[in-house]
């Protein structure tokens, strides 16, 4: 595949993620080596799922590919696994569902980034097939699409070089779409055994998630809030298509609340995964994790974002069993106490 030269904005996305902000989350990144981390201790109450690729992104597309795509170069591979921020560890709820998502960055070339999902067909909402169908440009900037063969949905997406608030040229719109194309061409390729997955049976102890209103109450109490808000007062949010795989399959909710006063404004987010499992080590070493105590939980983590002093600058992660709650914003060790009370009647 020939790259014709366009010119590249420097453009912040976090592929299959959040939308757009001013502050978003570090993203883990995880050097082209074979074999990549894996995400997630898998729970020791459920059967393990089968994960395409055996959950290595670093082998998800052939040498040969990449560098074709990357203009030469060894783009760096990510496995989104980081265990904080706006969508902690991707990796490991989505393993839970017998899939693999993963993201491709190069500075130096022309395509900067791309994503890949792979995921069964059964845990992708119908709504998400049916939009993703074709190729084309939407949310901020992406443009993809998704297929599917042998039971296994592929999806593909890769941002804009230039305008981000435009729609691309249709020499652009060549460019992007042929990578979109030798992307998940390439995943379906290998054999089947290669990009196959199944996901593993919700185990006893796995949390039901309840609504975000049956959360409500105790979280903004515990926060200090008098007339809490549900939502959250900036674009940084989890959204797109391997959240609503996730949500969909209800191993994941967020449930954020706000309330702005005249001297001052409170916030709390949770994040609560499913089944997910223990963080490994690795994941707590690379995010700074700081061992705290929180009642309910069987291990808590505190984590200080020191170059800022906004409402997301402390997180809590607790852990329970197979599940966590990671909680953001305003008193997160008392609202992380207070909705765990809640998860456990």
């Given at each position: 595949?020939?790259?014709?030269?366009?010119?590249?904005?420097?453009?912040?996305?976090?592929?299959?993620?959040?939308?757009c902000?001013?502050?978003?989350?570090?993203?883990e990144?995880?050097?082209?080596?074979?074999?990549?981390?894996?995400?997630?201790?898998?729970?020791?109450?459920?059967?393990a799922?089968?994960?395409?690729?055996?959950?290595?992104?670093?082998?998800?597309?052939?040498?040969?590919?990449a560098?074709?795509?990357?203009?030469?170069?060894?783009?760096?591979?990510?496995?989104?696994?980081?265990?904080?921020?706006?969508?902690?560890?991707?990796?490991?709820?989505?393993a839970?569902?017998?899939?693999?998502?993963?993201?491709?960055?190069?500075?130096?070339?022309?395509?900067?980034?791309?994503?890949?999902v792979?995921?069964?067909?059964?845990?992708?909402p119908?709504?998400?097939?049916?939009?993703?169908?074709?190729?084309?440009?939407?949310?901020?900037?992406?443009?993809?699409?998704?297929?599917?063969?042998?039971?296994?949905?592929?999806?593909?997406?890769?941002?804009q070089?230039?305008?981000?608030d435009?729609?691309?040229?249709?020499?652009?719109?060549?460019?992007?779409?042929?990578?979109?194309?030798?992307?998940?061409?390439?995943?379906?390729?290998?054999?089947?055994?290669?990009?196959?997955?199944?996901?593993?049976?919700?185990?006893?102890?796995?949390?039901?998630l309840?609504?975000?209103?049956a959360?409500?109450?105790?979280?903004?109490?515990?926060?200090?809030?008098?007339?809490?808000?549900?939502g959250?007062?900036?674009?940084?949010?989890p959204?797109?298509?391997?959240?609503?795989?996730?949500?969909?399959?209800?191993?994941?909710?967020?449930?954020?609340?706000?309330?702005?006063?005249?001297?001052?404004?409170?916030?709390?987010?949770?994040?609560?995964?499913?089944?997910?499992?223990?963080?490994?080590?690795?994941?707590l070493?690379v995010?700074?994790?700081?061992?705290t105590?929180?009642?309910?939980?069987?291990?808590a983590?505190?984590?200080?974002?020191?170059h800022s002093?906004?409402?997301?600058?402390?997180?809590?992660?607790?852990?329970?069993?197979?599940?966590?709650?990671l909680?953001?914003?305003?008193?997160?060790?008392?609202?992380?106490?207070?909705?765990?009370?809640?998860?456990?009647?």
């Amino acid at each position: 595949m020939t790259h014709r030269p366009l010119a590249i904005a420097v453009i912040a996305v976090s592929f299959l993620l959040a939308g757009c902000a001013a502050t978003p989350a570090p993203a883990e990144t995880i050097a082209t080596v074979s074999p990549s981390p894996t995400a997630t201790t898998a729970p020791t109450s459920a059967a393990a799922p089968k994960v395409p690729f055996g959950g290595d992104c670093s082998t998800v597309l052939p040498a040969d590919v990449a560098a074709d795509i990357f203009d030469g170069g060894s783009p760096t591979i990510s496995a989104m696994s980081y265990v904080r921020g706006v969508m902690p560890d991707v990796s490991g709820s989505i393993a839970q569902l017998g899939g693999l998502a993963c993201t491709w960055g190069s500075e130096g070339s022309q395509i900067r980034y791309l994503g890949i999902v792979v995921v069964p067909l059964e845990a992708v909402p119908a709504e998400l097939l049916a939009a993703r169908n074709t190729f084309g440009c939407y949310g901020w900037s992406i443009c993809g699409r998704g297929e599917v063969r042998s039971g296994m949905w592929v999806l593909a997406e890769t941002p804009q070089l230039q305008q981000p608030d435009e729609a691309p040229s249709e020499e652009e719109a060549r460019l992007l779409e042929s990578v979109v194309d030798q992307s998940i061409s390439s995943v379906f390729a290998r054999p089947q055994a290669e990009f196959a997955g199944f996901a593993t049976k919700p185990a006893e102890d796995w949390w039901s998630l309840p609504p975000c209103e049956a959360l409500e109450p105790a979280a903004t109490q515990a926060a200090g809030m008098t007339t809490p808000e549900p939502g959250f007062p900036g674009d940084n949010v989890p959204e797109g298509p391997t959240w609503d795989v996730l949500e969909g399959a209800g191993i994941v909710r967020w449930c954020p609340w706000y309330e702005i006063m005249d001297q001052a404004s409170l916030i709390t987010e949770l994040h609560l995964l499913s089944g997910v499992g223990v963080p490994s080590d690795e994941q707590l070493r690379v995010a700074d994790a700081e061992p705290t105590v929180i009642p309910g939980a069987d291990a808590a983590y505190r984590f200080v974002e020191e170059h800022s002093d906004g409402d997301r600058s402390t997180e809590i992660l607790a852990v329970v069993g197979p599940n966590r709650l990671l909680v953001r914003g305003d008193q997160s060790e008392a609202v992380a106490a207070a909705v765990i009370a809640v998860l456990a009647r």
